[in-house]
């Protein structure tokens, strides 16, 4: 009788526990992402943030979408690609708006200070996907041009996986392929804080609920079963992850030293 109790009381704690797993891994991947894209919305400034961490992003979870096609993982893993491609678009679109309007901002204060006898304030040439061109990929001047990218790489990957979808090496590929490049999420940013030597304008609590929850994504994946390559993206995460974290204690402990802005000459028109 005590066993039949203790069991009427644990399995509905089991499947609630289940149930807020499963909340969980669906939302936890766009929380840290949330005080980033405020302090972008706050300071006007998207300098800090690597939009190239939404181009890894993207591609990582559209081919974790197409690789479900091929052999079926958990709903929350297929909802939650879903919903963080949502949110890399939204993250997009409000850097891409800032970074333009930041530009037009300094080139009109550039003229400004030159004294320029021109009335019309010139922009800078507008950078379109259907340029083609690789010096300013993934660097357009419209939140449509990303999303025609986008749109297109899903097209043709989708038409590749139509055709191979019976070849269990293909799809094999196509899930490792997906979680390699989540894997390498943190690279850009920590490719971005190296090459500058600083941190300012990364949110630390983003990299934190990073950390976290790649650590508690890890621990889903071992504990349901999950497909190997999904544990190896997530313990590879954690990895890349503290490094960050590192420069961020590390440049903290020993800011760079602001390097004087000089007012371009008059004659330099081209920025």
């Not at 091929?70 to 993250?91: K, V």
């Not at 041009?145 to 799809?171: E, K, N, P």
């Not at 392929?177 to 949110?203: C, D, F, I, W």
Request: charged content about 15%; overall charge neutral.
């Amino acid at each position: 009788m005590e066993a039949e109790g203790l069991d009427w009381l644990l399995v509905p704690l089991h499947q609630l526990v289940s149930w807020g797993a499963a909340a969980a891994m669906v939302f936890g991947g766009v929380v840290p992402y949330i005080p980033q894209y405020r302090d972008i919305r706050r300071t006007q400034n998207a300098d800090g943030f690597s939009t190239y961490v939404c181009l890894v992003l993207l591609v990582a979870n559209i081919l974790r979408i197409l690789f479900w096609f091929g052999r079926r993982f958990e709903s929350p893993l297929l909802w939650q690609s879903a919903i963080m491609i949502l949110t890399m678009l939204l993250m997009l679109k409000l850097c891409t708006e800032v970074r333009v309007a930041n530009e037009l901002n300094a080139r009109r204060r550039c003229f400004a200070a030159a004294d320029s006898k021109d009335e019309e304030v010139k922009v800078a040439p507008r950078r379109s996907f259907l340029d083609f061109d690789p010096h300013h990929f993934w660097q357009w001047s419209s939140f449509a041009d990303y999303v025609q990218c986008v749109v297109a790489f899903t097209g043709v990957a989708g038409y590749i996986t139509y055709l191979s979808i019976d070849s269990t090496l293909f799809v094999e590929t196509l899930g490792f392929l997906a979680v390699l490049t989540e894997a390498m999420l943190g690279v850009p940013q920590l490719y971005r804080n190296h090459r500058h030597q600083s941190t300012e304008g990364m949110s630390i609590k983003m990299v934190l609920m990073w950390t976290s929850g790649d650590a508690f994504k890890t621990a889903y994946f071992l504990l349901k079963g999950a497909p190997l390559q999904f544990s190896v993206c997530g313990l590879l995460q954690v990895l890349v992850d503290l490094p960050i974290l590192g420069q961020a204690y590390a440049f903290a402990r020993h800011p760079q030293k602001p390097v004087p802005h000089t007012v371009p000459p008059a004659s330099t028109k081209a920025l």
